[in-house]
């Protein structure tokens, strides 16, 4: 796979009908490994292990109703009374990092309304806090450890 910004980890990697699948720890399965996964597996690697977030408080593929559509989040980190804090959008190492994405983003945090977004591709990672009292948001100059949310 691609080279990422991110810590290596001894991942589980398998091939099933033909095609490879990586193990994700938090739905305790194997999926299809796209680009976008692989970042995903390393950047929750990242969190868990770098910067302390507790696994059993993340969700990967959490779903939402937004206008009538059901969509995906990527990554949702809840607080102990299952509250979303924190989303996370990832993309392949390939795609650019645009103000599109972030509007994606921003469109799940209408239902959510977290404190933190955060945008990955593997090689640029985004994190930005939200002011809900000014209603404005401020990047923060790095992903923040879980004991500084």
């Known amino acids: 796979m691609f080279a990422l910004n991110l810590p290596s980890y001894p991942y589980k990697m398998q091939q099933r009908n033909g095609k490879n699948v990586i193990f994700d720890p938090l739905r305790k399965k194997y999926v299809a490994l796209t680009p976008e996964e692989w970042v995903r597996q390393h950047f929750i690697h990242y969190l868990t292990d770098y910067k302390g977030y507790p696994k059993g408080l993340l969700a990967n593929e959490v779903q939402l109703t937004l206008n009538g559509t059901k969509k995906r989040c990527d990554t949702v980190l809840f607080n102990k009374d299952l509250n979303a804090r924190l989303i996370v959008e990832y993309k392949a ?57």
């Open 93 to 149: 190492p390939s795609v650019e990092i645009t103000q599109a994405v972030f509007d994606q983003i921003t469109r799940y945090n209408m239902v959510l309304k977290v404190d933190y977004l955060i945008v990955s591709n593997g090689i640029n990672h985004y994190c930005c806090k939200i002011d809900y009292s000014t209603m404005n948001y401020h990047f923060l100059p790095e992903i923040p450890a879980y004991t500084d949310l």
